[in-house]
């Protein structure tokens, strides 16, 4: 060791030292446990209380786990096997109901022979989200897609599709689909757009003629929109929105009937009535979050606008929405909506409740996408209008792709909300996989009284959906976090 | 790397380097986890000493100050400032604490006091000074960094540098005997360091015993009677500043200068 | 150079309206109110004509008529002779009970969980995280079901406590007992009660006044004490220590009250087929009250971690550096900064509350929505009145809160340039 530097006194170090491990208490599982079990007397007192409840609860419900029966065809079968095997008054789990009722919590009353259709729209909602969720890299999203697909084959066999050819051609569509993906992405966007009327044609079937009536009304908007191009941009988006209304409302109809009259193509329809559990859930949810995207934007749009009318129109709405239960917008939907449609409108009860929802779910995104106008520099509103570009063609072009990017997080957060919420839906008459289901099992004597092992099932599958939804959101603002600074 | 000159006449019938010693750490060693931070640190300073220490980004200097008024906890060796040793020992440590006051790269001031009560807080909790007595003291130091008319605004109101001598005055209103200046002009825009470093230059007019890390070489120049340069967590080389400046010995201090002062 | 007063003065054109910036937003506002006036128009109309063709008209008459049922979790006097209107303040009343329980649990539950999360002791941080992210990850509905299957079919019914070799036996000191039509506690009873004061609608209980006034009075002279103490620091600099001054001037107060008005317990006792001399707590309200607050705790739980971490580290180094301890750092330097944070998104869980009370359809329990939006709705056949009615209240709660917010968020507003 050299002479000490002190004041005053040149010093050079002639030999750097190297790097030496800590003393034992520095590091290592002792320094761990002393910093963070035994920080401090409240700490350690924590942490004493922390085990204890642990313990508690692991006495508690390992033996009721431990004593579990998968196979028995009634609550009283299950008692007594418990009983015969654990003695009297062990109580164990009943997994049996689940083992038995299972397809009911996930597909309803939905045709048994007819589970690929539901499935199948689900694995192609990851190839319409593709190009959005997993953009960032290549491989990333190829990766997604690949398992995807796996998962898809293999429940596709296992389900059957009713004919060895359609089997076929579906792997055959899936890979093209992957093919595509991988090579020019940007087309899969085309996807994107027809897959909500493929998904509702799959769900329910019917005449092909419905879904493509209906996605020509988009055609005549893209035509519309090109053709008044040249008077603006606000003539343009009028046109965009009367053109398909007009087709909608009048057009299609006839249009519909004529075709399903002279060439019939169709797969077997199903009501309704029949969706429930999983299924249900998720088609009121995704429509609701997809169909809530725009309107959510023209009301964040309309809120931040400068025009008084306007703004407090979209402000009204927003408030109102957001200030009653869904119970009651749900009660609307179920008892009101037949007073507010002309008199003779008489639609599916599934409609009217994804309706309720969108106008719910649009609310929150509104507020969602306000934040994420919020965040986005004034520069980049400035530099727009420097370029010359009128309001819609900043908004389409510039401000919107990146508000929405920053805005993803929370668009994953309120579609969370949404989808726990459309557990909601059983007081309308419809059978959400929580109460719905649950009840139409324990109305049968054989499971009469079960209730922990229904809900335990429920609750898991939506935590498991849930969880890993607001992982991925936290990863995804994690990487628009380390993007933008 | 800026490198703001200094084109004032400095006072020094103040700067006097007394024998009394202030900071005397002995053998210190740091780790974060198993990362060794700081090896064998040894360092006297004594009373009315101006210190400059550079050196490259992760070579310890800002753990090595930070350890002093105990931010960070040393694992081996020995920190003994103004005759307390630093331990775990909490009236120790409030001891120390109060004797040495801290400057920091982002100023961290309160954003929901205003000046004057950024000021005023340790005093009135800490040393139990009535309120008036206490802005009395705060005035005085906010005028003697020169912004005594803001006294009533809030943080967020000022300016980098504004804030910056905000922060000096806040540190000098429990009357510290000992200062420590973490990087205090690297996250001011260019225009508003040089009215920082003045602050900083008058503070040592007066006598005040000072440990700064930065990068400002013309401070080290104008101000300091020893500079000090760390590498690798350990003291590679010190000496007076022209010394230093004119004729490093080391070749690690001859490639860090050469980095810095070259553009 | 031209001057803007130089510009040649043009007609003006039809397509100004479109173009000119000035007339631009009028027209499209313009355009805009008549859309908005024509939808309006057409859903009253449709409205109209339906209700015509149901032999329907809208009134709200019904709101006077007997309500012919009965509500047996009421706060207020009540009977099957009583009028639609009253039930629902009945309901509007159980709304509130069970929001404002809700919110007082949620909150002390949620301050607890967020605090411990960021506490050192790892075992106690996961436990919390575990609770957080179990909680808000499935749907409250499951919670209020399941909580609420428990009690009515795994609790005993109340006869099972009879006798000297009872199948169960009451908790907590032989105070309470919880069966599976709802749990008995103790009541709040005063033997030298001064009785109720008969105001027309309501009947106003002395008691409870007095209780409130020692509460207020003991608040407002514990505020007026810390008044000054800080005035006595703020001359010598000197603290004078307060805490048990505060304590007996919080809790003194209400006590004397308490005690001079015979304040003691009614101990619920088996007679018969039932529980009485205590409160029987119907298990729909405490399994309801019990969901929502330890659901919504989980929320408030991660506003107060993240206030908590919002607070950056240098604050906290800059007053260790100062010499103040960490006590006090927290009060005067971390809590005022994370509050800012956590207030305005806890004022909105309140609101989420109010609203996901509503959920008490699931375990019968008459809300607000359970009596003028269900049986009152069903009875009487007006579902428009009743259903705009119940949402106009629901509204009308949560423009409230929203107040309350705005007001809070602007006084705390922290100034910048």
Redesign the interface.
Same mark, same amino acid.
């Given at each position: 060791m050299n002479t000490r530097p002190g004041a005053g006194q040149p010093y050079v170090r002639d030999q750097m030292l190297a790097e030496k491990a800590p003393p034992i208490l520095a590091a290592g599982p002792l320094k761990w446990a002393r910093?963070?079990?035994f920080?401090?007397p409240v700490?350690?007192a924590?942490?004493v209380?922390?085990?204890l409840?642990?313990l508690w609860g692991v006495q508690a419900a390992y033996p009721w786990l431990r004593h579990s029966v998968w196979t028995a065809s009634s609550l009283g079968e299950c008692r007594a096997i418990i009983a015969a095997s654990w003695g009297e008054g062990a109580s164990g789990a009943c997994w049996a109901i689940i083992n038995e009722r299972w397809t009911q919590f996930i597909y309803g009353f939905y045709p048994s022979h007819l589970y690929w259709r539901p499935v199948l729209a689900l694995g192609l909602l990851f190839f319409a989200l593709a190009p959005l969720l997993f953009g960032e890299t290549v491989r990333i999203r190829m990766a997604v897609l690949g398992v995807v697909t796996l998962l898809l084959v293999a429940a596709l066999v296992q389900l059957g599709t009713g004919s060895g050819l359609s089997d076929l051609a579906l792997l055959a569509a899936l890979l093209a689909a992957l093919w595509v993906m991988w090579k020019t992405p940007s087309r899969m966007l085309w996807f994107a757009v027809l897959y909500p009327f493929l998904a509702f044609w799959l769900m329910w079937g019917g005449s092909i003629w419905l879904p493509l009536v209906a996605l020509a009304g988009l055609g005549v908007g893209w035509l519309a929109l090109r053709a008044t191009l040249g008077f603006?941009g606000?003539?343009a988006i009028v046109a965009a929105i009367v053109a398909p209304l007009i087709w909608w409302l009048f057009v299609a109809g006839p249009v519909f009937a004529w075709l399903d009259a002279s060439l019939p193509v169709a797969i077997e329809a199903v009501r309704s009535d029949k969706f429930g559990g999983f299924v249900l859930s998720l088609t009121i949810g995704i429509s609701g979050i997809a169909m809530s995207l725009p309107l959510g934007i023209l009301l964040a749009l309309g809120r931040r606008s400068?025009?008084?009318?306007?703004k407090t /129109?979209s402000v009204g709405f927003i408030?109102?929405i957001?200030?009653? !239960? /869904?119970?009651?917008l749900l009660?609307?939907a179920s008892? /009101?909506l037949?007073?507010?449609? !002309? !008199?003779g409108t008489n639609f599916d009860i599934i409609l009217r409740v994804v309706i309720m929802v969108t106008l719910f779910a649009a609310a929150y995104i509104a507020e969602v996408v306000r934040g994420g106008l919020a965040a986005l520099p004034r520069g980049q509103f400035e530099a727009a209008d420097a370029l010359g570009m009128d309001y819609w063609q900043a908004q389409r072009l510039i401000v919107l792709p990146q508000a929405l990017k920053i805005s993803i997080p929370g668009i994953v957060s309120t579609f969370?909300g949404l989808f726990?919420?459309t557990? /909601?839906v059983?007081?309308v008459g419809l059978l959400d996989p929580?109460?719905g289901i649950?009840d139409a099992v324990r109305a049968s004597p054989d499971w009469k009284?079960v209730?922990?092992e229904p809900?335990l099932f429920?609750?898991a599958i939506?935590?498991i959906f849930?969880?890993s939804m607001?992982r991925y959101s936290m990863y995804l603002e994690r990487k628009l976090k380390t993007d933008h600074s | 790397m800026p490198n703001t000159a200094i084109d004032r006449t400095i006072d020094r019938s103040q700067m006097q380097v007394s024998d009394e010693i202030a900071i005397e750490i002995t053998g210190m060693n740091k780790w974060f986890g198993t990362f060794h931070v700081l090896r064998d640190i040894d360092l006297v300073v004594q009373r009315g000493e101006r210190i400059v220490i550079a050196g490259p980004s992760g070579s310890g200097k800002s753990t090595l100050i930070r350890c002093i %008024?105990? =931010?960070e906890e040393h694992q081996t060796g020995r920190i003994v400032v103004d005759g307390t040793e630093l331990t775990s020992d909490l009236k120790n440590i409030?001891k120390v +604490?109060?004797e040495?006051?801290?400057v920091?790269q982002?100023f %961290?001031?309160?954003?929901?006091l205003t000046i004057l009560e950024n000021c005023t =807080?340790?005093p009135?909790?800490? +040393?139990?000074?009535?309120?008036?007595?206490a802005e009395a003291i705060a005035m005085q130091y906010l005028e003697k960094v020169r912004i005594p008319e803001q006294a009533h605004?809030?943080p967020?109101?000022?300016s980098g540098g504004q804030q910056q001598r905000v922060?000096i005055a +806040?540190?000098l209103c429990?009357r510290p005997r000992i200062m420590l200046f973490d990087e205090p002009t690297s996250a001011l825009d260019p225009e508003m360091i040089k009215e920082v470093l003045d602050t900083m230059i008058e503070l040592a007019q007066e006598g005040m015993t000072m440990l700064v890390v930065t990068h400002e070489m013309g401070f080290a120049q104008a101000v300091a009677n020893r500079v000090i340069f760390m590498d690798q967590g350990q003291i590679v080389e010190q000496n007076e500043p022209r010394e230093f400046f004119n004729n490093p010995k080391s070749e690690r201090t001859k490639l860090f200068l050469s980095q810095i002062l070259g553009h | 150079m031209a001057l803007a007063s130089d510009m040649p003065k043009a007609g003006f054109r039809p397509s100004m309206l479109?173009?000119d910036t000035r007339y631009r937003?009028l027209t499209?506002?313009v355009v805009?109110?008549m859309l908005?006036m024509a939808g309006v128009a057409w859903?009253v109309d449709?409205?109209v004509?339906?209700?015509a063709?149901l032999g329907k008209d809208f009134n709200y008459g019904f709101l006077w008529q007997r309500s012919g049922y009965d509500i047996s979790q009421r706060l207020i006097e009540y009977s099957s002779d009583s009028t639609h209107g009253r039930a629902m303040l009945v309901g509007l009343l159980n709304t509130f009970l069970v929001s404002a329980i809700g919110c007082v649990v949620a909150t002390v539950i949620g301050v607890i969980a967020g605090v411990?999360r960021l506490?050192?002791?790892?075992?106690?941080a996961r436990?919390m995280t575990l609770y957080v992210?179990?909680f808000?990850?499935? *749907?409250?509905?499951?919670w209020i079901? &399941?909580f609420y299957?428990?009690v009515t079919?795994a609790m005993p019914p109340p006869n099972a406590f009879r006798g000297d070799d009872a199948a169960s036996s009451m908790i907590l000191f032989d105070s309470v007992a919880i069966t599976n039509r709802y749990t008995a506690v103790p009541d709040l009873l005063f033997s030298r009660s001064l009785g109720s004061l008969e105001l027309g609608y309501v009947s106003l209980n002395i008691n409870l006044v007095l209780l409130i006034a020692a509460v207020v009075g003991g608040v407002l002279a514990n505020r007026a004490l810390l008044r000054r103490a800080t005035r006595i620091?703020?001359?010598?600099?000197?603290?004078p220590t307060t805490w048990w001054q505060s304590l007996a001037l919080l809790f003194g107060p209400t006590l004397g009250v308490l005690a001079g008005l015979g304040f003691h317990l009614g101990y619920p006792e088996l007679k018969g087929f039932n529980f009485v001399g205590g409160i029987n707590v119907s298990n729909s309200l405490m399994t309801l009250a019990a969901a929502l607050a330890i659901y919504t705790g989980a929320f408030i739980a991660e506003f107060v971690r993240a206030g908590i971490l919002s607070v950056?580290q240098?604050?906290t180094?800059?007053?260790?550096?100062?010499?103040?301890?960490p006590g006090?750092t927290m009060s005067?330097?971390i809590l *005022?900064?994370a509050l800012?944070v956590i207030i305005p998104p806890m004022i909105s869980t309140y609101l989420n509350i109010t609203?996901?009370s509503? &959920?008490a359809?699931?375990v019968g329990y008459l809300d607000l929505?359970g009596t003028l939006?269900g049986i009152t709705l069903n009875q009487t056949g007006r579902?428009?009145e009743a259903?705009l009615l119940?949402?106009l209240i629901?509204?009308a709660?949560? &423009?409230a809160i929203?107040a309350v917010m705005n007001v809070y968020n602007a006084s705390v507003k922290?100034?910048?340039?």
């Open positions: 910093e963070n079990l920080a401090g700490n350690s924590l942490t209380i922390g085990v409840v642990v603006g606000l003539v400068d025009m008084f009318l306007v /129109l408030e109102f957001r200030g009653v !239960p /869904l119970i009651a009660f609307t008892l /009101l037949n007073y507010f449609l !002309p !008199p969370i726990k919420d557990t /909601l059983v007081f929580l109460k649950t009284g209730y922990w809900y429920v609750g939506f935590f849930n969880f607001s | %008024n105990r =931010l409030d +604490r109060s040495v006051g801290m920091f982002h %961290n001031l309160f954003p929901h =807080l340790a009135i909790w800490v +040393r139990k000074t009535p309120k008036k007595e605004k809030f967020g109101q000022l922060a +806040r540190s429990m | 479109l173009y937003s499209i506002q805009v109110l908005f859903l449709n409205t004509r339906n209700l063709a411990l506490s050192k002791s790892w075992i106690v436990l992210e179990v808000r990850n499935i *749907p409250l509905l499951m079901l &399941l299957a428990v079919e620091q703020e001359a010598t600099g000197a603290r950056s240098g604050q180094e800059a007053a260790y550096a100062l010499g103040l301890r006090r005067l330097v *005022p900064q800012r609203k996901n509503s &959920l359809i699931a929505r939006g579902e428009l259903m119940m949402m629901y509204l709660i949560s &423009l929203s922290l100034k910048e340039r």
